[in-house]
Every structure is written in structure tokens, then in C-alpha cells.
């Protein structure tokens, strides 16, 4: 499996926004769907963002489109989530994860990084 580390997540105010970033070490980075989750205190995780493997394929929660873009660089083995239009209810603990599926469900993925929790205040 991959190791997934996230970065990127702070502080910022209502309209601003983050890249965040994921790190993957391991050689069978390219073959994983990669998604992006978030989980704020007393919810439950809930799915963001995910691109394919090769990058060609995307989907977003609704919520986010046209405010949140995912990328992927396999010659970096990065993940990234640009966000834009950033509101108070975005605040979470962001995580990426990889899954060999295409899937909103985070029991279909296999691997977790720890996280980066984003503040908006508004």
C-alpha cells in the first residue's frame, strides 16, 4: 500500500484560499484513485474531491464545485486540492486517501494520510 502525508492546511479568512498538498511514498502511487475527505468535530467524514489515476477523471461533493480544483502529479507522486471561495463551513480536518475504486465511500479506500486541519473564520 501507499503512505499518504498531508500539508498545506491553516488558518484563513472567509474567501481566501489553500492548496493543500499530499505526499505519497511508494512505488504503486500511479495505479490508486486518489480522494480527498474532510471530517468536521461531531460529523462524520465525508467525501470532497477525487481524480483518477491518470489524472484524466474527476468528481467533487457539490458543495465544493466550482470553488475546489484536485490534481495529481505522478512524476511527483502529489495530490493536490486547490481551494478557492474558501467559507467558515469548509473548516475541517482534511485527509487524502488512495483506492484501486472509484468511490465517495471511505470504506472503498485503503489507504489514509493523518490529515491538515483547515480554520475559515468568517
Known amino acids: 500500500q501507499v503512505q499518504l502525508v498531508e500539508s498545506g492546511g491553516g488558518l484563513v479568512q472567509a474567501g481566501g484560499s489553500l492548496r493543500l498538498s499530499c505526499a505519497a511514498s511508494?512505488?504503486?502511487?500511479?495505479?490508486?484513485?486518489m480522494g480527498w475527505f474532510r471530517q468536521a468535530p461531531g460529523k462524520e467524514r465525508e467525501f470532497v474531491a477525487a481524480?483518477?489515476?491518470?489524472?484524466?477523471?474527476?468528481k467533487y461533493v457539490d458543495s465544493v464545485k466550482g470553488r475546489f480544483t484536485v490534481s495529481r502529479d505522478n512524476a511527483k507522486n502529489t495530490v493536490s486540492l486547490q481551494m478557492l471561495s474558501l467559507k467558515p463551513e469548509d473548516t475541517a480536518v482534511y485527509y487524502c486517501?488512495?483506492?484501486?475504486?472509484?468511490?465517495?465511500?471511505?470504506?472503498?479506500?485503503?489507504?489514509w494520510g493523518r490529515g491538515t486541519r483547515v480554520t475559515v473564520s468568517s
Open positions: 486517501a488512495a483506492s484501486t475504486g472509484w468511490s465517495t465511500s471511505p470504506a472503498d479506500y485503503v489507504s
Open positions: 511508494g512505488r504503486s502511487f500511479n495505479i490508486y484513485n
Open positions: 481524480v483518477t489515476w491518470n489524472g484524466a477523471g474527476t
